[in-house]
Nanobody
Framework: QVQLAESGGGLVQPGGSLTLSCTAS????????MHWVRQAPGQALEWVAS????????DSADSVKGRFTISRDNAKHTVYLQMDSLKSEDTALYYC???????????????????????WGHGTQVTVSS
């Protein structure tokens, strides 16, 4: 069965960096779309970044563009989210998901994980605070 395990979250000061990892199993990793989605307390889900493991095609939300970088290691079945220049508004629970390319549209404006639209990890907490 598909399993996704996020790690790397924690407490960091504004301006700092963190790297999140998502280790996957149970599917053909090399031809999957993988995504990072976050949710701040009381807020809707927010798509962060996506990558196609086949050729590395990627995209990210305007709110993180230039600060966050998504990447993958097909040999390790792992997707990463390098987060630099962190801000307090980046504080959220970060989820890794294996889902179709259209996930950004699927999560727009909703508050509950759309489990019918792919596979999701349990999330890793990122807190940006001084």
């Amino acid at each position: 069965q598909v399993q996704l395990a996020e790690s790397g979250g924690g407490l960091v000061q504004p301006g700092g960096s963190l790297t999140l990892s998502c280790t996957a199993s149970g599917f053909t990793f090399s031809n999957a779309w993988m995504h990072w989605v976050r949710q701040a307390p009381g807020q809707a889900l927010e798509w962060v970044a996506s990558i196609y493991n086949g050729d590395g095609t990627s995209d990210s939300a305007d709110s993180v563009k230039g600060r966050f970088t998504i990447s993958r290691d097909n040999a390790k079945h792992t997707v990463y989210l390098q987060m630099d220049s962190l801000k307090s508004e980046d504080t959220a629970l970060y989820y890794c998901a294996k889902a179709p390319r259209a996930l950004p549209q699927a999560v727009a404006g909703i508050h509950h994980i759309p489990f019918e639209f792919g596979y999701w990890g349990h999330g890793t907490q990122v807190t940006v605070s001084s």
